[in-house]
């Protein structure tokens, strides 16, 4: 089992920047990749970023490219998202989850199906 924490959550103005943690624990050792993930009201859960620890590959939701940056620490223990340049569409509560399925396909990473283990969310509120 991988219990996954998130913090770093809050409320911002259009426009600034927030920094996202995860701290993951467990049996760590045994994930391939982690995620950022969000959901907005109404709507449905969305992928934001995503990194994997073999290669240390990431990927981005396409409106989130040039702002966001995902990076996680050597043990496999952390997941961060800098979050620049931050608007009101972007309000929503954002997941971590993590993946022990490993896959040479890195679109396999962008979908909410591949990740085993989830967090509880930490709010991000962006006002106008």
């Known amino acids: 089992q991988v219990r996954l924490v998130e913090s770093g959550g809050g409320l911002v103005q259009t426009g600034d920047s927030l920094r996202l943690s995860c701290a993951a624990s467990g049996r760590t050792f045994t994930t391939a990749a982690m995620a950022w993930f969000r959901q907005a009201p109404g709507k449905e859960r969305e992928f934001v970023a995503a990194?994997?620890?073999?290669?240390?590959?990431?990927y981005y939701k396409d409106s989130v490219k040039g702002r966001f940056t995902i990076s996680g620490d050597n043990g496999k223990n952390a997941v961060h998202l800098q979050m620049n340049n931050l608007s009101p569409e972007e309000t929503a509560v954002y997941y971590c989850?993590?993946?022990?399925?490993?896959?040479?396909?890195?679109?396999?990473?962008?979908?909410?199906?591949?990740?085993?283990?989830w967090g509880q969310g930490t709010q991000v509120t962006v006002s106008s």
């Open positions: 990194i994997t620890w073999n290669g240390r590959n990431t």
């Open positions: 989850a993590a993946s022990t399925l490993n896959y040479k396909i890195g679109s396999y990473y962008q979908t909410s199906r591949t990740y085993n283990y």
